[in-house]
């Protein structure tokens, strides 16, 4: 509660933060990008991504890209920025997948926001880094 207000629906009653293990999945193949965290206050969630030096040579370079084991559900869809050390470092769009616990990745720099590739968002061939901090609703 706020001050001396005394009223239930002004209390803060859902906090909440941990860790969660997202991967990186072209749809086929998946890589771990470890143990990451978030921080939910309400229905806004906030996570956390700090992968460093990641090999993704595994990955296809047409595959369409997602960041998959969110923490909690998307309760809506809207795309927003994310940052990324990718090798070009190129600024990176996300757009969570409705309803889902995944966020498409694509180029910042996309009209469309179509969904984004290895070979289109700069991950090159080799390791790479992916780091970023971004919110939705759950």
Request: hydrophobic share 35%; aromatic share 10%.
């Amino acid at each position: 509660k706020f001050g001396t207000d005394t009223a239930a629906a002004n209390a803060l009653d859902d906090y909440e933060q941990g860790t969660f293990t997202p991967s990186l999945t072209d749809g086929t193949t998946s890589v771990s990008l470890g143990t990451q965290y978030y921080e939910k206050v309400g229905r806004l969630v906030s996570i956390y991504i700090s992968a460093y030096n990641q090999d993704f040579s595994s990955l296809s370079t047409t595959g369409n890209l997602q960041i998959t084991g969110l923490p909690f559900t998307v309760a809506v869809s809207a795309p927003c920025a994310f940052a990324s050390n990718s090798p070009n470092g190129k600024i990176l769009a996300v757009h969570p997948g409705g309803t889902a616990t995944y966020i498409w990745i694509t180029d910042a720099g996309a009209v469309d926001y179509s969904h984004g590739t290895k070979a289109t968002i700069g991950l090159g061939t080799g390791n790479a880094s992916v780091r970023g901090q971004f919110n939705y609703l759950a």
